[in-house]
């Protein structure tokens, strides 16, 4: 392990490695998606809206189910809002109202280069029965508290098994960043490509297959949040809002994973 990678591990233990994923405590007080009393339509499918007046996971964050913090713009993109109301700072989360099973889950964002290093966008995938780790694999983007950690990493859980956690930098200037998960019986993959310009061709920006125990997708949903890490507000105090263009997913044949 290079001096680059220690670093970045020693801070990830510092602010507690279990917060670099969802799974920390995503199942708590708000219940299961389908009793979350509102629910949006956001590429083509029935999201449930996430919240909570006390902090839950993850972070633990108190969570804003308000059209100010949740919403979908006339061009049906996805809008996420950090906001600070109340004296809390409140974060934002959906939850996919349907399990989809094996297949490739992707999410197309916009521009993260501002993202607050307290800051965590989250794109993965969540069961609230706890067995195989909540079937949860992460695509995340965050330097988890410091400014030259790398700004993301794609996790199959549980986190603490050799090679289930992966760390890369998604490079600056990207207007936009496709990230997916492809799920089958013979394991995971993890792919991002970007687009500086969205008349160009995407290009590669990391992937990876992993050869860590694949979950099985029992009723594991999708999921998007945007989420401070322990709770603590963004290093500069000021709101944070990210845009999910689009989420796709298309049925996986049965085979092995590139």
Same mark, same amino acid.
């Given at each position: 392990?290079n001096?680059?990678?220690q670093?970045r591990?020693s801070?990830?233990?510092?602010?507690?490695?279990?917060?670099a994923?969802p799974g920390?405590?995503?199942?708590?007080?708000?219940?299961p998606?389908?009793?979350?009393?509102?629910?949006?339509?956001?590429?083509?499918?029935?999201?449930?809206?996430?919240?909570?007046?006390e902090p839950?996971?993850?972070?633990?964050?108190p969570?804003?189910d308000?059209?100010?913090?949740?919403r979908?713009?006339?061009q049906?993109?996805l809008?996420?809002?950090l906001?600070?109301?109340?004296?809390?700072?409140?974060?934002?989360?959906?939850s996919?109202?349907?399990?989809?099973?094996?297949?490739?889950?992707?999410?197309?964002?916009?521009?993260?280069?501002?993202?607050?290093? $307290?800051?965590? @966008?989250? +794109?993965f995938?969540?069961?609230? #029965?706890?067995v %195989?780790?909540?079937?949860? &694999?992460?695509?995340?983007?965050s330097?988890?508290?410091?400014?030259?950690?790398?700004?993301?990493?794609?996790?199959v859980?549980?986190?603490?098994t050799?090679?289930s956690?992966?760390?890369?930098?998604?490079?600056?200037?990207l207007?936009?960043?496709?990230h997916?998960?492809?799920?089958?019986?013979?394991?995971?993959?993890?792919?991002s490509?970007g687009?500086r310009?969205?008349?160009?061709?995407?290009?590669?920006?990391h992937?990876h297959?992993?050869?860590?125990p694949?979950?099985?997708?029992?009723?594991?949903?999708?999921?998007i $949040?945007?989420? @401070?890490? +322990?709770?603590?507000p963004?290093? #500069?105090g000021? %709101?944070?809002?990210?845009? &999910?263009?689009?989420?796709?997913?298309?049925p996986?044949?049965?085979?092995d994973v590139?």
């Amino acid at each position: 392990m290079n001096r680059r990678a220690q670093h970045r591990l020693s801070t990830a233990a510092l602010l507690g490695l279990t917060l670099a994923c969802p799974g920390q405590g995503q199942a708590q007080t708000v219940g299961p998606p389908d009793q979350w009393p509102r629910t949006l339509t956001f590429a083509g499918y029935t999201w449930a809206v996430k919240g909570s007046n006390e902090p839950v996971g993850p972070g633990p964050n108190p969570f804003s189910d308000t059209p100010e913090a949740v919403r979908v713009d006339h061009q049906g993109r996805l809008h996420l809002r950090l906001l600070q109301r109340d004296g809390l700072w409140r974060a934002a989360e959906v939850s996919l109202s349907e399990a989809l099973g094996y297949g490739t889950y992707s999410f197309t964002i916009g521009a993260v280069d501002a993202l607050d290093p $307290n800051v965590v @966008l989250g +794109l993965f995938t969540w069961s609230d #029965d706890p067995v %195989e780790n909540h079937r949860e &694999i992460d695509i995340e983007i965050s330097r988890w508290g410091a400014a030259d950690n790398a700004n993301a990493q794609y996790v199959v859980q549980p986190h603490t098994t050799a090679g289930s956690t992966v760390r890369f930098d998604l490079p600056e200037g990207l207007a936009s960043s496709r990230h997916s998960i492809r799920w089958t019986p013979d394991g995971v993959s993890c792919a991002s490509e970007g687009w500086r310009d969205e008349e160009q061709q995407p290009e590669p920006v990391h992937h990876h297959a992993f050869a860590v125990p694949t979950p099985s997708p029992g009723e594991a949903h999708a999921r998007i $949040n945007l989420w @401070l890490i +322990l709770g603590q507000p963004p290093s #500069d105090g000021r %709101e944070v809002a990210v845009v &999910i263009h689009d989420f796709q997913f298309s049925p996986d044949q049965v085979g092995d994973v590139p």
